[in-house]
C-alpha cells in the first residue's frame, strides 16, 4: 500500500497564470515575441524538468531542465540583440529575468515555494514597468496595463503559494484559484479604467507638485484604512 | 477572523511609481500608482466571510477488518451566504494514513452548495473517531481569514471481527469463566469426600454405599462469578508506538473492548478503570446495559483519547484513589504495554493487597535501532519481573490476534 503524501507545492493553475499574465505584462511593454516565446519556452522546460527529477528521473530531468535554461538564455540573448540603446536593455532585461525568478519560485526549486523570490521576481518586472514609464517608451494604456497585471501575477503567485500550503498540489483547488485570480483580474481593469479616468479628469492646471501631494494623500489614506 | 495583510506590497509599489514620476516629471507614472491605490482599497470594500458550513461524512464500511481500505465520503454543504474561497482539510483519525485521494478540498460555495470528496483509508486495529475538519474561509481578495471547524461524529471501529472464529470462543471463555477451586452446590463433579453429619440425603454417593458399605458425599464444583475490572494504562509513557503502528493504548482499548465482550457473557461483573490524564471508573456490573455503558466510556471517555495528555494527576495518587475504590474480592485485568517501573510497582502492589491481578501487555517495540532494542529488553525484564512475583502475564504481539495471544497465556486466572 502507498501512502499518497500532500505535497504542500505551490498550485499548478495560478502558478501558470501567474507567469502567463507577467509575460503579457512584458508582451505590453513591447518585448520582442521571440523573446517572450523563448522565456515560455524556457520556464515550460524548466518545470517539466524538475517534474521529471522529482519522479526520479534524474537524467531525463536535468537535460529537460539544462533545456529551460538554455531557452531563458536565448531569450535574455534576443532581447540583448532586438532592443536599441541603453534603455531598451534597462526596460526588458529585468523583465525578463523577473519571469524567470517567478517560475523558479513557483516550480519550486526547493521547498514549498518561497515568497520572497515571488516578491523578486515581480518586483523586477515591476522595474521594467517603471523604466517604460520613466523612458515613455509606450504608451500610457499599456503602461497600465502592465503595471495591473504586475499586480494580477504577483497575487497569483502568492495566491499558489498559501493554497498550496493549505490543500497541497492537487486537482481540488481549481474553482477557487480560478475565482480568485478572476476577482483580482476585474479590480486590476477597473483600477486601469479609474487611473485612465482620472488621468483624464484631472484638473490640467493643477502643477504637478500638487497632484503629487494630493496622491500622497490617498495613499497615505489607504495605509491608515490598512492598519 | 485574522487579516493576512497580502495587499501590503502595493502601497510600496504605488509610493515608488509616484516618487519616481515626481522625481522625473511624469503624469503617467502617478496615474500607475493610482493602480496601486485601488487594489489597496479593495480589500475593504469587502466583508469578511462568515462560514457557516455542514459536514456529513459517509464510510463505505464502517467496521473493517485490520488492513482494510475504506472509501471515506465527505459531503460539505453551505447553509449561509456566499464564500468564495474555502479550504476543507478534514481530520483523518490520528492513527490512519491516506492511501489514495486527498482529504482536502478547496471550493467555491454559493449558498445552498455541496461538494463532495472522497479519498480511501487504510484500517488499523481500534477505534478511530474522526476528528473535526478544519476550514479556512477567505475572501475573494484574500485580506481576510476566517479559521473554524467543523464535525459531525464519525467512527472507524476496527474491532468487532479481530478475534473471529472458532479462536476466540475456546480461548475467551477461559478468561471469562473464572471457576472457584472449592467444592460446593454447582452442576461440575468436584470430589467425594466422607460423609458428615448434615449433608443432604441427595448428595450421597449411593452406588459407592452399596458397593463398600461406606457413606461418602459427591461435591459440585462452586461457580462463582468473578467481578474483573479492567484496568487500562493510558499514561504518557503507554503512548508508545512501532513505526508506523497504533500506540499502545489503541491496543489496550481494543482489548478492553473484547474482554468486556466475553467477561459480560459469562455473568461476570465487569468494571472499567484507567491510569491517565483523568481517572476513569466505571463500577463492576452485569447486563446489557452496563456494557453498553462500558463500551460507551471505552469509545469516548477523554483518558482513552488517541494523542497522549500533555499533564497527568500523579501516578501514586491514581492508584491509591482506584484501591479505594476496589472490593476486597475484586480481581484486576491490566493491560499495559509495560513502559516504566512504575506500572509493575503497582501492579505489585494491588497484588500485595489482595486483589488477583493478571497483565495483558500489548509488544509495541521495534527492532529497528539501538534505542527500540532496549526498550524491548527493559520490557522482557518487567515482564519476568511481574512473572516472578506470581503475576501472570500475557503477551500480546500486535500481528496475532488477542485469542490467540490468551491461548499461550502461562496459567489460569483463578478466584
Not at chain 1, 523586477?124 to 523612458?135: E, H, K, T, W
Not at chain 2, 455541496?114 to 481500534?126: C, D, I
Request: a neutral charge.
Amino acid at each position: 500500500m502507498s501512502t499518497a503524501i500532500a505535497t504542500r507545492r505551490p498550485t499548478r493553475l495560478a502558478s501558470a497564470l501567474a507567469v502567463c499574465v507577467a509575460l503579457a505584462a512584458m508582451w505590453k511593454l513591447n518585448a520582442s515575441t521571440t523573446a517572450l516565446a523563448l522565456e515560455a519556452v524556457g520556464v515550460t522546460a524548466l518545470t517539466g524538468g524538475f517534474g521529471l527529477w522529482r519522479r526520479d528521473w534524474k537524467i531525463a530531468g536535468a537535460l529537460v531542465g539544462t533545456l529551460g535554461l538554455a531557452g531563458f538564455a536565448g531569450a535574455v540573448g534576443v532581447a540583448f540583440s532586438g532592443v536599441v540603446g541603453m534603455s531598451g536593455i534597462i526596460r526588458l532585461i529585468p523583465g525578463l529575468f523577473g519571469i524567470f525568478v517567478l517560475a523558479l519560485a513557483l516550480v519550486p526549486v526547493r521547498g514549498t515555494g518561497s515568497r520572497t523570490l515571488v516578491k523578486v521576481g515581480t518586483g523586477l518586472v515591476f522595474v521594467a514597468v517603471l523604466a517604460s514609464g520613466i523612458f515613455n517608451a509606450v504608451s500610457l494604456g499599456a503602461l497600465l496595463l502592465a503595471g495591473a497585471a504586475t499586480v494580477v501575477a504577483w497575487d497569483a503567485g502568492e495566491h499558489a503559494i498559501n493554497v498550496g500550503e493549505h490543500l497541497g498540489r492537487g486537482r481540488e483547488t481549481r474553482e477557487t484559484e480560478l475565482v480568485h485570480i478572476a476577482g483580482t483580474g476585474l479590480v486590476a481593469l477597473l483600477a486601469v479604467e479609474t487611473a485612465k479616468f482620472s488621468g483624464g479628469v484631472g484638473p490640467s492646471g493643477l502643477s504637478l507638485g500638487s497632484l503629487v501631494l494630493l496622491l500622497v494623500a490617498v495613499v497615505l489614506l489607504a495605509v491608515a484604512l490598512h492598519d | 477572523m485574522t487579516e493576512t495583510h497580502r495587499w501590503r506590497g502595493v502601497i510600496a509599489l504605488s509610493l515608488a511609481a509616484g516618487a519616481v514620476g515626481l522625481a522625473i516629471d511624469r503624469p503617467s507614472m502617478l496615474l500607475l500608482s493610482v493602480i496601486g491605490v485601488v487594489f489597496a482599497a479593495y480589500p475593504h470594500v469587502l466583508s469578511e466571510p462568515t462560514p457557516k458550513l455542514r459536514i456529513e461524512r459517509r464510510l463505505s464500511n464502517s467496521t473493517p477488518r485490520p488492513g482494510d481500505e475504506v472509501t471515506v465520503t465527505v459531503t460539505v454543504t453551505n447553509e449561509g451566504g456566499f464564500l468564495p474561497d474555502v479550504r476543507i482539510v478534514d481530520g483523518v483519525p490520528a492513527l490512519l494514513s491516506v492511501s489514495v485521494g486527498s482529504p482536502r478540498k478547496g471550493a467555491v460555495f454559493w449558498p445552498g452548495r455541496s461538494v463532495s470528496f472522497s479519498y480511501r483509508v487504510g484500517t488499523k486495529h481500534g477505534k478511530h473517531p474522526f476528528e473535526p475538519a478544519t476550514v479556512v474561509a477567505r475572501d475573494i481578495s484574500g485580506a481576510w481569514e476566517v479559521e473554524t471547524t467543523i464535525s459531525a461524529d464519525t467512527e472507524l471501529d476496527c474491532t468487532a471481527t479481530e478475534a473471529d472464529g472458532p479462536l476466540r470462543d475456546q480461548t475467551l471463555d477461559q478468561v471469562g469463566r473464572i471457576v472457584a477451586q472449592k467444592g460446593g452446590s454447582g452442576i461440575e463433579f468436584y470430589r467425594t469426600r466422607e460423609y458428615r453429619a448434615g449433608d443432604a440425603m441427595h448428595r450421597i454417593d449411593w452406588n459407592r454405599y452399596a458397593r463398600t458399605g461406606d457413606l461418602t458425599t459427591v461435591e459440585y464444583r462452586e461457580e462463582n462469578a468473578a467481578t474483573v475490572v479492567l484496568l487500562v494504562d493510558a499514561r504518557a509513557v503507554a503512548y508508545r508506538a512501532a513505526t508506523d503502528e497504533p500506540h499502545a493504548v489503541a491496543y489496550s482499548v481494543s482489548a478492553a473492548e473484547q474482554l468486556l465482550g466475553s467477561l459480560h457473557r459469562d455473568r461476570n461483573l465487569v468494571g472499567l478503570a484507567a491510569f491517565g490524564r483523568e481517572a476513569c471508573w466505571l463500577e463492576p456490573g452485569a447486563g446489557r446495559s452496563h456494557r453498553a455503558k462500558a463500551q460507551r466510556l471505552l469509545a469516548t471517555h477523554s483518558a482513552f483519547a488517541s494523542i497522549p495528555p500533555t499533564e497527568e494527576p500523579e501516578h501514586e495518587e491514581q492508584v491509591e484513589q482506584l484501591r479505594m475504590r476496589l472490593s476486597s474480592t475484586t480481581q484486576v485485568v491490566l493491560l499495559s504495554p509495560l513502559s516504566d517501573d512504575a506500572i509493575v510497582e503497582t501492579a505489585r502492589r494491588l497484588d500485595a493487597y489482595g486483589h488477583r491481578v493478571s497483565v495483558i501487555s500489548p509488544d509495541v517495540t521495534g527492532e529497528e535501532s539501538v534505542g527500540q532494542r532496549l526498550a524491548g529488553v527493559e520490557r522482557e525484564n518487567r515482564l519476568s519481573a511481574l512473572r516472578k512475583s506470581g503475576v501472570p502475564v500475557v503477551e500480546w504481539k500486535s500481528e496475532t490476534p488477542l485469542a490467540a495471544a490468551l491461548m499461550n497465556r502461562p496459567r489460569k486466572v483463578n478466584a
